[in-house]
C-alpha cells in the first residue's frame, strides 16, 4: 500500500509530458473566486498568473504571502498558454516584503536552556538564533511554524521587528506545554 501512496503523490507532482518550466516574479495577491480564496501573481507586464500546487500546503503558503514580491518556480502547460492559465509552483523565494526589505525565512522551535522553555529561530541555512523570552507565551503554540522573519541581532537574541507565518506549527493548549 505504502508504494501505490508513493506513486500516486509522485504522479501529482509531475509535470505533464509537454509542460515547460517557468520562472516568474511579481507580487502575491489573494483573490475569490467562487467563495475559495487563492493566489495570484501580478506581473510587472500587470499579467495575473493563477498559482497553484500539487505539493502539500503550499497552496495556502502562497495565500499566505499577499502582498509579497516573489520569484516563482514551475511549470505551465505550454510557452504559448494563455495568461489566465495557471502555474504549478514547485517552489518560490521571498524578494521583497515592502520597502525593498529580504527577510529571512525559517522555522521557530523550542528548546530547554537552565530548566526553562525558550524559542529559537532556525533560518533556512540552518543558522539558529535565540528569540526575545517573552515569545515564549506570544508565539508557544506555533512551534514548528515556516515563518518568515525582519528583525536584528542584539545581546545574542534575535529581535524580530516584523514577522509573517507561512505555514502553521503544532498547535499546544498551553504556553508552558512541551511539544
Not at 529571512?104 to 536552556?113: D, F, K, S
Amino acid at each position: 500500500m505504502p508504494t501505490i501512496l508513493t506513486i500516486a503523490l509522485l504522479a501529482l507532482t509531475q509535470p505533464a509530458a509537454d509542460a515547460v518550466s517557468v520562472t516568474v516574479e511579481g507580487k502575491v495577491r489573494e483573490v475569490s473566486n467562487r467563495g475559495t480564496t487563492q493566489a495570484m501573481l501580478e506581473t510587472d507586464d500587470k499579467k495575473g498568473l493563477s498559482l497553484t500546487s500539487a505539493i502539500p500546503g503550499l497552496s495556502n503558503e502562497l495565500r499566505r504571502l499577499s502582498g509579497v514580491r516573489i520569484r516563482v518556480q514551475g511549470t505551465r502547460s505550454s510557452k504559448t498558454a494563455p495568461d489566465g492559465e495557471p502555474v504549478s509552483v514547485t517552489g518560490y523565494e521571498i524578494l521583497d516584503v515592502g520597502k525593498g526589505v529580504v527577510p529571512r525565512v525559517g522555522t521557530i522551535a523550542a528548546i530547554e536552556l537552565d530548566g526553562k522553555r525558550r524559542l529559537i529561530f532556525v533560518d533556512s541555512s540552518g543558522a539558529a538564533e535565540m528569540l526575545p523570552t517573552g515569545w515564549v507565551k506570544r508565539m508557544a503554540g506555533h512551534v514548528g511554524a515556516k515563518v518568515w522573519m525582519v528583525g536584528r541581532t542584539a545581546d545574542k537574541v534575535f529581535r524580530p521587528s516584523r514577522f509573517s507565518i507561512l505555514r502553521p506549527g503544532q498547535k499546544a493548549k498551553n504556553p508552558e506545554q512541551k511539544q
